[in-house]
């Protein structure tokens, strides 16, 4: 199995286009890379990729993959998407897929397929372009990913419903564990950590590969820069540091273990900072675009 990781940076991606923090002011300077939005894709052999999360730069990212155009005017560099949530960053890059020429395939939670049906009706606005294909994610199953060896498992994470809800119930976030019968490497993927409970933690130990939660270093991270009044917490993800942190677990685990989804607000992300030493000192990996793993 092969993963890439094609966006690492949360929601806004890094820079963000109307941020003056520190960070995203140290990218402008040249002391951070640029990073897009949340996403990876995942593939066995020569095996169509799967993408999961479609995120807003999903058309920039998508060109960046190798696609074999030899099978006539069209081609499609996916066989599916596969979501772990409905947040904006992870599904407005479905519209973009709208030019299919065949429905397109969506794996995910009845939760978010009823999300993306009714306050945010993507799904609904896509039965008119390309059509949707929609495949439950049931929990406790095994859903094999169609064209190819791979199957993925779904546990709860954790997290708020996307804020588009409003007061409504909403879907909260899940992680997958990504098997393929053709191997023997185990992908866990869980963008959103809100708690290192039980569950988590016991999935986080079967991976060989983990790309896992680093959007905040610290549970005030926005707040602290009067970027906002929610904490991490109050957003769906732990911090790495500080009360509740994940970072010495994560650098705990017998896995080769790469922070995604993190956020621009992040000081892990300029290079020169005290708190990515922290981070690689841990033997944690902070994602780039264009990261490859093989398992
Ligand atoms: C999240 O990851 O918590 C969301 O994407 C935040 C947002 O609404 O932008
Ligand atoms: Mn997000
Ligand atoms: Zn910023």
């Not at 999360?53 to 990212?61: E, H, K, T, V, W």
């Amino acid at each position: 199995m092969r993963v890439r990781i094609i966006g690492s940076a949360a929601g806004g991606g890094f820079p963000q286009w109307n941020c003056n923090c520190p960070v995203c002011a140290g990218a402008r300077e040249g002391r951070a890379t640029p990073r897009t939005q949340s996403s990876i894709v995942v593939r066995s052999g020569e095996d169509p990729w799967y993408l999961v999360n479609a995120s807003p730069d999903l058309l920039g990212q998508l060109a960046e993959l190798p696609t074999d155009r030899s099978s006539g005017m069209r081609s499609n560099p996916i066989a599916g998407v596969v979501l772990t949530d409905g947040e904006i960053d992870h599904t407005a890059g479905l519209l973009l897929l709208r030019e299919s020429s065949a429905p397109l395939r969506v794996y995910s939670t009845a939760r978010v397929r009823d999300a993306l049906t009714s306050d945010y009706p993507l799904l609904t606005m896509l039965e008119r372009y390309c059509g949707v294909d929609w495949r439950p994610l049931e929990p406790g199953a095994s859903t094999p990913l169609e064209g190819t060896t791979l199957s993925v498992e779904t546990f709860p994470t954790g997290g708020d419903a996307p804020l588009y809800m409003g007061d409504a119930p909403g879907p909260s976030a899940i992680g997958l564990t990504v098997r393929d019968s053709a191997g023997d490497g185990t992908l866990v993927y869980v963008p959103a950590i809100e708690e290192l409970g039980e569950t988590v933690s016991a999935r986080l130990a079967e991976g060989d590969v983990v790309l896992a939660d680093g959007t905040f270093f610290r549970h005030d991270d926005l707040v602290a820069l009067g970027l906002g009044e929610r904490d991490s917490w109050a957003m769906g993800h732990a911090p790495l540091t500080g009360e509740g942190g994940t970072l010495e677990a994560l650098a705990a685990l017998d896995a080769e273990v790469a922070l995604v989804h993190i956020n621009n607000t992040n000081p892990i992300l300029l290079e020169d900072s005290a708190e990515r030493s922290v981070a690689e000192d841990a033997g944690l990996v902070i994602s780039e675009d264009g990261m490859e793993f093989e398992l």
